[in-house]
Nanobody, 126 residues
Framework: QVQVEESGGGLVQAGGSLNLSCTASTSDFDDYVMGWFRQAPGKEREGVSC????????YYTDGVKGRFTISRDNAKNTLYLQMKSLQPEDTAMYYC???????????????????WGQGTEVTVSS
């Protein structure tokens, strides 16, 4: 079992930036694809971005392309999400998730991820 824990959320003004981190408690971090999901109040959880085991492939949902960057450091068992040009619609609880690596890519669907963190809250004020 893998435990993942997010950090880095907070309150930021529109147009600002935040950097999220997620640490995983496993010695086989590079056996897992990693992803970021978010859930805004009153809305369903949605995928934000995912990254393959080696960090060579990343996928982004349309609404964050060009603003968010996902990356990972396998030596530190850590996943990152750099968020720029934040907008009020980015306000949500952000979750880190890990899932088994099945190839060279990742799939940004909840069913592809087995382990989830408790979330870190991001609030963007207008």
């Amino acid at each position: 079992q893998v435990q993942v824990e997010e950090s880095g959320g907070g309150l930021v003004q529109a147009g600002g930036s935040l950097n999220l981190s997620c640490t995983a408690s496993t010695s086989d971090f590079d056996d897992y694809v990693m992803g970021w999901f978010r859930q805004a109040p009153g809305k369903e959880r949605e995928g934000v971005s995912c990254i393959n085991w080696s960090g060579t492939y990343a996928y982004y949902t349309d609404g964050v392309k060009g603003r968010f960057t996902i990356s990972r450091d396998n030596a530190k068992n850590t996943l990152y999400l750099q968020m720029k040009s934040l907008q009020p619609e980015d306000t949500a609880m952000y979750y880190c998730a890990s899932g088994p690596s099945n190839g060279a890519e990742c799939e940004l669907e909840s069913y592809a991820f087995d382990y989830w963190g408790q979330g870190t809250e991001v609030t963007v004020s207008s």
